[in-house]
């Protein structure tokens, strides 16, 4: 039996929320597309409601919160606000919520076997301390729901509603609890030259369109949810780069090398690569962040054309190949 509350977090709690936030994720990975289509859903008709009301004001940041007021109430809900330049926390001007459910498939039999008195004794410490620590794990399923967005979020841009909203010059899509933390899912930013960029900005969640790279290299960058459509990459290095959840679409690579570079989450869809080499690569998400309960898809290459490309000692287990055309 658990005689104090510090043995009861260390020996019990913590492994009950392991098993609850991995059959959770299990869970939104089976159901991805379903989740997908239902946040995008909602997404929209917050979206519609904001343009309709914004008038003159440019919407800077488009906020995800998960309510922890809900979850007392057994209802759990997002809510979505739409801020101005002018962003004050809780002063937005339209505001939406939809279900949570999603998210707490698993969770009332995490909170039956959390608040189970057959393991403790009742006397030292009981299910009001227990359920303190129900927001810590709740915050972590925000934080969960940050790292499977990210790969959809930007798929608003295809829909009227998302042209329909006025957006200031940088404006973000964010997930997180109310009042709190948030994570970026998405950004919509002014191009920059990411060859020469201005000391400290932002490289990360930039988009690039129809550019020629020839003859240089990327070294020492955060490109990090990146997007490259249609780009030329001819005698070129990515060196030292990070491309995690970095896209590429259309995109031609002659001669590149990428080397020292990180890309768990990348996507390369409709690519050709032609002579070009990976070295001391990584798609593996342990070796790119230090919180380990972050969710990455496979690093993946899509319907790609591959011709003489070689990798060296690279850590390719986590990737998924489709369609590939590969000759020697």
Known sequence: MIETFEEYISERYKNLEKDFLEKTSAHLSKNF??????????????ISEAAACQGEKLCSYMSISLLNTSILKNFPQFQIDFYDEEWVYGESFSRNRMSADFLFKHWQDFIFDAQDESFYFRGNFGKVEIQSLFFGT???????????????AFQLEIYDEFDELKKAENFYITCGTY???QNRVFAKLPEIDLLNPADNEQTNFREIRNKIFRGKSFHDI????????DCLFQNFAFENVSLIDARFLRCRFVSTNFINSKSAGCNFFECSFKDCTFQNCTSNPADVVED???????????????LNCRDVDCDFEQIKLLDIFEKK
Not at 37 to 46: D, P
């Open 179 to 181: 009042l709190d933390w």
């Open 33 to 46: 597309s379903e989740m997908r289509k239902f946040c995008i859903g909602e997404w929209r008709k917050a």
């Open 222 to 229: 955060d490109m990090r949810s990146c997007f490259f459509t």
């Open 138 to 152: 709740a915050d972590k399923l925000a934080f969960m729901l940050a790292c499977f967005a990210k790969y959809f």
């Open 292 to 306: 380990n309960n972050e969710y990455f898809a496979p690093m993946t290459i899509y319907h790609c054309y591959l």
